[in-house]
């Protein structure tokens, strides 16, 4: 994969932990392009905070929000246009890379004037997919009815969804509850089970599954990159006495095998097996067919595009417009 020329156009929206963001002037106008080919289209992204990114990326060109501009702000003083919902009021200050605090809004929805919405809703991808979808109907019902809106919002038209960095820990720094590491485990029986929960709530919608970012765990610091390299010192006895001792917290805080601690450790290796587990489960499911935005190819081997090892919002603008141009080729649904 060829180097990414960093965009001409910057913003300070994204704040300093992940580096600046934005799309550029070509993307923006490639993603107005392919928008308005999806009038009257309804679009949901369920997913994590790689996705929730894209998904405010994508409502920023939508909104038409100035670019240097964080997103909370825009909305917060109406500086776009269309209409937005999010279950409260948004902070000012809060910049568009704040994952703690967006962490803390369970949905949002945005709508252009000319009637194409996109709305999002958070998940961890750990057994509550299918409350995460009944939750979006009400928002986006609510949405419709808020702000006049004379179509329906529900049931989409497309659902992209993702999940898989919440599944994988940084022990001890970033633990997962066991429920996740045991869902990791199963990932395939998991993506399979979200394809048939997301049927059953959409019957009619076209599925996107995207893939989870690569991570670069070249780029972790400090008390991450101990852990780092406490699961992947090779031979195990090579492991110096600290690394041992975190393996040995690993295998004791989850009960497992410290073979186990290293299939769920949040690096590379790992992402590319979630990316590679489920593409074999998408192949086993029935038509029809199941989409798939191919994050992780998109953003592996970019370390120089990410701050955190696990966020590319430099490469937000590129991964919406594969996925606009994904939906334009999808039959009659959306064309």
């Known amino acids: 994969m060829g180097r990414f020329t960093p965009p001409a156009l910057k913003s300070a929206a994204m704040g300093a932990s992940m580096g600046v963001c934005c799309e550029t002037t070509s993307d923006v106008s490639q993603i107005r392009l392919l928008l308005s080919h999806i009038p009257g289209k309804t679009i949901v992204f369920v997913g994590d905070s790689s996705l929730r990114n894209q998904y405010v990326a994508l409502a920023r060109v939508m909104l038409r929000v100035p670019p240097t501009q964080p997103f909370a702000a825009a909305v ?14 948004l902070d000012p200050k809060r910049p568009d890379s704040s994952n703690g605090y967006w962490g803390g809004v369970s949905w949002m929805a945005a709508t252009t004037p000319q009637d194409t919405t996109v709305a999002y809703g958070k998940t961890w ?9 009944r939750s979006l109907e009400r928002a986006l019902t609510a949405h419709g009815r808020r702000h006049g809106l004379r179509r329906r919002q529900w049931p989409a038209d497309a659902l992209v969804w993702n999940f898989g960095l919440h599944l994988l820990h940084i022990y001890p720094e970033r633990p997962s509850s066991s429920g996740s590491l045991h869902c990791a485990l199963g990932y395939e029986a998991l993506i399979a089970g979200s394809v048939a929960e997301a049927r059953a709530a959409l019957p009619k919608a076209t599925l996107v599954w995207r893939t989870t970012n690569s991570v ?9 990159s ?5 699961y992947h010192c090779t031979p195990i006895s090579a492991c110096g006495a600290h690394e041992a001792a975190i393996r040995r917290k690993c295998e004791n805080r989850y009960n497992v095998s410290g073979d186990t601690c290293d299939a769920t450790f949040m690096d590379r290796q790992n992402t590319r097996a979630q990316r590679e587990r489920s593409l074999a489960a998408l192949r086993g499911v029935a038509p029809p067919e199941v989409r798939v935005l191919d994050a992780f190819q998109h953003t592996d ?3 120089e595009l990410t701050v955190d090892g696990r ?25």
């Open 226 to 230: 101990a852990a780092a390299r406490a």
């Open 311 to 335: 966020h590319y919002p430099l490469l937000l603008g590129q991964l919406n417009l594969k996925l606009l141009a994904l939906l334009r080729q999808l039959g009659t649904k959306i064309e």
């Open 125 to 133: 991808g750990c057994r509550n997919f299918a409350e995460v979808l």
């Open 76 to 89: 917060a003083y109406r500086n776009y246009t269309g209409s937005f919902s999010a279950p409260r009021a």
């Open 216 to 224: 670069c765990d070249g780029r972790f610091s400090n008390r991450w």
């Open 301 to 303: 081997d970019h370390c």
